[in-house]
């Protein structure tokens, strides 16, 4: 497996798509269900640590699985299934201890955190297989 390729391809992948998803669909979803409890402005700090650290997860959970088997496979369905439950754990924990935070926004974000790892993970498997 190359792990740059892989890693980098995931990356990308996972930022784009993730940054799309926030910028034209859920943003204002946010802002009408916690208002006040958005900063302004993201932590970048914060997120790039979870950023480097969760597509380290994608990386050993799903893609690296996927060359064991040497097909997309367990990149999908682990990248699905660490995404749910990953996102799953976030929203969770919110919605047992903020007030604002709704059903809609916990199923969305299981839903997302599948989607988007299982997408992230395929992508990075599939580019550094080439």
Do not use: C
């Not at 916690?34 to 997860?57: Q, S």
């Not at 959970?61 to 299934?81: C, K, M």
């Not at 660490?82 to 839903?111: E, K, M, P, Q």
Request: without cysteine; aromatic residues 16%.
């Amino acid at each position: 497996m190359n792990y740059v390729k892989a890693a980098a391809a995931t990356a990308v992948a996972f930022l784009v798509i993730d940054l799309a998803w926030i910028g034209f669909f859920v943003g204002d979803v946010y802002d009408a269900q916690l208002g006040d409890m958005m900063r302004e402005t993201p932590d970048a700090l914060a997120a790039g640590v979870f950023y480097v650290g969760y597509i380290a997860g994608i990386l050993y959970f799903a893609v690296r699985p996927a060359f064991h088997e040497a097909r997309v496979g367990p990149a999908v369905l682990n990248g699905a299934l660490l995404g749910a439950l990953a996102y799953g754990t976030f929203t969770l924990t919110n919605y047992a201890v903020f007030t604002n935070w709704s059903l809609v926004l916990v199923l969305s974000d299981i839903a997302w955190g599948a989607f988007l790892t299982a997408s992230s993970a395929a992508i990075g498997y599939w580019v550094a297989r080439t």
